[in-house]
């Protein structure tokens, strides 16, 4: 869609995906990425470590059984999608903004580790889109297929 902002961020899992299906069957895996820049201080001659980042990421159908299935904690990813920003209210009626990426892409960093790939079967991809979003906060299916949820879905509390 024009006018979103795409995003890749590569950072290191700070959890296990989590999958969970919508009442239409659609599989999403939810995971959050750490990403922390590291500049070299030449006064004292180390490496420091930046402030994080830390996004919460929503991959939909086949890509999120996959997710589920091959990546674990501690993991590096490279994970590229739409950033997203909700505003909610927490327990105690504060308003929070949270930024989230709805993933189009994420496979795993090759620059410290090897990794085998297994291809699915062809046609393993899910085509519909689920009908509600099961109140998955507003994320969308990757690949912009389907409706978009009601404007009210993005006034829920996070993951």
């Known amino acids: 869609m024009s006018g979103e902002t795409v995003i890749t961020i590569v950072g290191n899992l700070v959890d296990d995906p989590e ?42 159908r086949q890509a999120a ?12 990813v490279i994970v590229q999608g739409r950033l997203k920003q909700r505003t ?10 949270v930024y989230e990426i709805d993933v189009e892409e994420v496979g795993v960093s090759l620059a410290r580790a090897s990794a085998k790939v297994t291809k699915n079967p062809a046609g393993g991809r899910q085509a519909a889109a689920p009908s509600n ?11 912009n297929t389907g409706p978009v949820p009601p404007a009210s879905a993005a006034t829920e509390a996070p993951f």
């Open 19 to 60: 999958i969970r299906f919508t009442p239409a069957g659609a599989a999403v895996a939810k995971f959050r990425v750490a990403s922390t820049p590291r500049v070299f201080d030449k006064t004292i001659n180390e490496w420091k470590d930046g402030d994080g980042l830390f996004l919460t990421c929503s991959v939909w």
């Open 65 to 76: 059984e996959n997710a589920a299935e091959t990546l674990t904690r501690g993991m590096r």
């Open 133 to 143: 979003d099961g109140g998955w906060g507003g994320a969308q299916p990757a690949g």
């Open 88 to 97: 909610y209210e927490d327990r105690e009626q504060v308003k929070r903004t």
